[in-house]
């Protein structure tokens, strides 16, 4: 028995394309059966999908002592098997770590030029959760510098010469590859929702605050989030369930009610996209949803202004300041500028677009009771994946402004547009995350 399900499958997208492959996590081996061969399988299995995929796709920061590494992950996870059989509901599966969260026995980089021994910190709760769900730590996973800006290496599954999406692009060129069925990420802007919009996953970016961030290198604490990456719904609900603290499923027994945002927020798109996403609310329409339009409790110019990356500029420079004090010369031009930037915004400023976020999270929740919306849908981002020669790693219009507002948010894989994938965005109130994965089941399905 495999230790996860792989179904290699070959794209028809010309001589750029990789060989991808499906992984999930709805049917896993028992551990009781045979778990030294089922996790040397695991080990087998996954560092055969590097050799044969890593070259082409630069998901991970590359580490020297992989293969050994693992094996002593191995050993360790057989030791405690035995007395832990029926707790370790993810034991042997490979997860894949974004490289802005400490994990113990592997340097902490940032996707920057600092020394990692400056950024290495003691891994949080999170990666201790996974590791007593029983998962190997397949790696650390390629980010632009510090979540913010920068070059990165790693290419989108779909087609090599575009991009997978920043920042968390190593974690979901990871999981769309088939490297591994779980992955994690942060996001402050978009940077689980593009990566999972071009890479054709699903990636769900909980409500502000319902994972803890402990254990992780902040862009912005006001806005990060920790994001999971899967390939599937199914999977997404699994990893949920184990990994997002106090999690209680929720069943529905009808369709949601969709609401759409009215003004500039649903411009934010290309024609294709606008098209393929009005065509996809017909269609549920014809299936029986309502879908009602709201006009919505933000200013338009607060949806395209520079007042967001303001507020995460201001925060950035408040806690990269000891480092920049040291090391600013080893900062790239991006980041070393918004810092710059950001030292020079007001503390009041600061406090108001923080007064901003929770009365903006408190309008929205009302808004949905008054308009009976149990869910906000719109394209996930505003084009499909762009080339990597256009310097482009996405856009932060069309997932931003609900993580502003800590909303819960989910990218389900629901088109392709010249042969790249295109997320369909699933939006919940603060708070009701398993809501928004009972209610986005139905969507999921008849899309």
Known sequence: MAPYII??????????????AHSSLTDLPSIEENPDIILQQAVKLYLQRVRQLEPQIHAFVPEVHLEARLAIEAERLLASSAAMADKLALWGIPVAIKDLLHVDGLPTCAGSALPPEVLTDKEGSLVRRLRALGVLIAGKTVTEEFAY???????????????????SAGSAAAVAAGLCPLAIGTQTLRS???????????????SYGRVPLDGVILLSPS?????????DLPSMEVAAAH???????????RKPVLGIPRGVYMELMSPEVKATFTAQIEHLEQLGYQVRYADMPWEDEFIYGDSMLRFIEGEMARGHASWFEHYA?????????????????AEDELDGYRRKQWVLREELKSLMVKEGI????????????PKVADNNTGWSGMPAIWGFAGCPTLSLPSASLEGLPLGFQCIGSFGEDEWLLAWAREVARDL
């Open 243 to 253: 990994l997002v603290p106090d999690w209680t499923p929720r069943q529905v027994d």
């Open 223 to 231: 806005f990060d989030t920790i994001g999971i990456f899967t390939q």
């Open 329 to 345: 010369e080893l900062y790239g031009p991006p980041v070393r500028e918004a810092i710059l930037r950001g030292k020079a915004i």
């Open 149 to 167: 800006n920068g070059p990165i290496a790693t290419r989108n599954p779909h087609n090599t010469e575009h991009t997978p999406g920043g920042s």
């Open 192 to 206: 689980v929702i593009a990566p999972a919009s071009f890479c054709g996953v699903t990636g769900f970016k909980p």
């Open 374 to 385: 149990d869910i906000w849908v719109s394209p996930a981002q505003g084009g499909t994946a």
């Open 7 to 20: 179904r290699d499958y070959k794209n028809d997208l010309g001589d750029d394309t990789v060989q991808l």
